[in-house]
Nanobody, 125 residues
Framework: QVQLVESGGGLVQAGGSLRLSCAAS????????VGWFRQAPGKEREFIAA????????YYADSVKGRFTISRDNAKNTVFLQMNSLKPEDTAVYYC??????????????????WGQGTQVTVSS
């Protein structure tokens, strides 16, 4: 098993940047692919980005391509989400999730085994 804790959320003006962190403990972090999702009030949880176990492959939702970058540092048991050019519509609770599956579809929530508690990101206009 692995435990995940997100941090780095906060209030930022439109056009600004934030870097979210997902810190893992409990098992070898390099054994897990990791995804970022977000959920706004009244909306379904949506896929944002994902990264493979070694960091060799990354995946992004169309809505964040060119603005967000996912990366990982397995030595520090941490996955990051760098968010640039933030827009008010990016406002949501952001969650990281981990999967131990050898073959997985990054955008599918059901393919992830572990979830963090979420961190709030608010972008003002």
């Amino acid at each position: 098993q692995v435990q995940l804790v997100e941090s780095g959320g906060g209030l930022v003006q439109a056009g600004g940047s934030l870097r979210l962190s997902c810190a893992a403990s409990g098992r070898t972090f390099s054994s897990y692919g990791v995804g970022w999702f977000r959920q706004a009030p009244g909306k379904e949880r949506e896929f944002i980005a994902a990264i493979s176990r070694t960091g060799g492959a990354t995946y992004y939702a169309d809505s964040v391509k060119g603005r967000f970058t996912i990366s990982r540092d397995n030595a520090k048991n941490t996955v990051f989400l760098q968010m640039n050019s933030l827009k008010p519509e990016d406002t949501a609770v952001y969650y990281c999730a981990a999967t131990g599956q050898a073959s997985w579809t990054p955008a599918m929530t059901t393919h992830y085994d572990y979830w963090g508690q979420g961190t709030q990101v608010t972008v003002s206009s």
